[in-house]
């Protein structure tokens, strides 16, 4: 599919449930292929991104068998990879190759990481820094992949504070640790990020210890055995979010997303729409496998926020919304004092340049823009207007921009809809369901 055209919606209704959440299936998988014994995924992400992270752990040995969105996984035990022929091919997933790179700093050969042109501009060097200090050997091209790792069996515990905010580099340390000697702690001193890999290792029994006060702090030791367990991966908030947004901003919208994952350090997005007057509700709310989970229901047409100053956001909050980011540009269009985004640098080191995506398409569409450096600001109640849009072959951005033609006037064009493939492949089919014109 070369590009789309994208016509304006007058609500979204119905009931739907996205694919499986994308941050939890990657861990699952990994861990899975940690353990002794067989462990059954169910509701496996559909993504692209996801699809890596399973071809890499078939040429590391590990058999795997998908049906679906059903996965089994034969556990090789903490040190059963077996040394890959080729290159691992982890596509357009840095949570592939980043948490990967921890379980693989562990085996006794070498191993080379790499992926398609945008992951090889995406900077490793946040997770090289950490695994050198443990012992691995790791070679990068000027800290870019592809990676090529030497492996140690004999790794040492440590104790590092993330120099900025990452649930990936986080969880790569963790994954290394399962495997070295000692006591291993990372220390979230900017803010915590998604604690999906903690969740999860407690769920396969490993016994992490979470410290949030005076600040987050999480350590295990290693070396760790641990069992295979069965899993339910809860429907995606990030692949929600973009129903969520859509639905809030159109007015007689009735929308209820089913088995959405409502952890607290993901959903912040539904508080944020909650507290501009959103009419949001969860329902149902219980656990699955260390994991909160439950309904949304969006009933349109008041986000508007009566505030006349800009919302500001900053600092720790930019780490919880950092995949949603450019969907909220485009909500603060709507709102009556617009909306600013400061602190969220890495959105320039992401599958595109996200801060520089967001400008260039709400300007094409209408909108009162100033980039910054780490950010953006938008002026407030602007009738967007069609556009030819660029995804610049990033799905999140292909996503907000989606949104953001629902709610413009005249018809709009999106070039490469197809990259949404990455998270969410079935979200135009998704959309197209539940809008009425």
């Known amino acids: 599919m070369t590009s789309m055209k994208l016509s304006p919606a007058a609500r979204l209704t119905g009931r739907l449930t996205v694919p499986g959440d994308k941050s939890i299936s990657h861990r699952a998988a990994i861990i899975a292929s940690l353990a002794e014994g067989s462990s059954n995924i169910q509701n496996y992400s559909s993504s692209q991104d996801c699809a890596s992270t399973l071809a890499c752990l078939r040429s590391l040995g590990v058999s795997v068998e ?43 050969f070498e191993s080379v990481l790499t992926g398609d042109n945008s992951l090889r501009s995406r900077p490793m060097q946040r997770v090289v820094e950490p695994l050198s200090l443990m012992g691995a050997r790791i070679v990068t091209d000027n800290g870019k992949p592809p990676m090529r790792i030497a492996g140690s069996t004999k790794l040492r515990a440590i104790r590092y504070e993330l120099p900025v905010p990452s649930a990936q580099v986080k969880s790569c340390i963790l994954l290394a640790a399962l495997n070295a000697e000692g006591f291993s702690e990372v220390i979230e001193a900017r803010g915590p990020t998604r604690d999906h890999t903690e969740r999860m290792l407690k769920w396969f029994g490993v016994p992490a210890e979470i410290h949030p006060l005076p600040v987050n702090t999480i350590g295990l030791r290693g070396p760790v055995r641990f069992s295979a367990r069965e899993i339910m991966i809860p429907g995606d908030i990030s692949s929600a979010a ?6 809030a901003l159109l007015s007689g919208s009735d929308l209820t997303i089913e088995g959405v994952g409502l952890n607290p350090t993901r959903s912040r997005l539904i508080s944020l729409l909650q507290s501009l007057g959103c009419a949001i509700e969860t329902t149902g709310e219980h656990e699955v496998c260390n994991e ?48 600013e985004i400061r602190d969220a640098t890495e959105l320039r080191s992401k599958e595109t340049d996200r801060i520089a995506a967001t400008v260039i398409n709400l300007r094409a569409m209408g909108a009162d823009v100033e980039e910054f450096s780490d950010g953006f600001r938008v002026s407030g109640q602007t009738r967007l207007r069609g556009a030819s849009l660029s995804t610049f072959g990033d799905h999140r951005i292909a996503m907000a921009f989606a949104v953001a033609a629902l709610i413009a006037a005249g018809e709009s064009q999106l070039d490469d809809p197809g990259c949404v493939g990455v998270s969410f492949p079935e979200f135009f089919d998704l959309l197209d369901s539940v809008i009425e014109r």
């Open 242 to 247: 973009f129903f969520i947004g859509a639905a």
């Open 66 to 108: 998908q049906r679906g969105s059903r996965v089994r996984i034969e556990g090789r035990g903490a040190l059963g990879y077996s040394e890959p022929q080729v290159a691992l091919d982890c596509g357009n997933s840095g949570s592939t190759m980043r948490m990967l790179a921890g379980v693989l700093a562990a085996q006794d």
């Open 292 to 339: 909160p989970i439950g309904n949304v229901t969006i009933r349109g047409g008041d986000c508007s926020n009566s505030s006349q100053l800009p919302v500001r956001l900053e600092g720790e909050v930019i780490a919880e919304l950092i995949d949603e980011l450019p969907l909220l540009a485009v909500i603060g269009c709507q709102l009556t004092g617009g909306l």
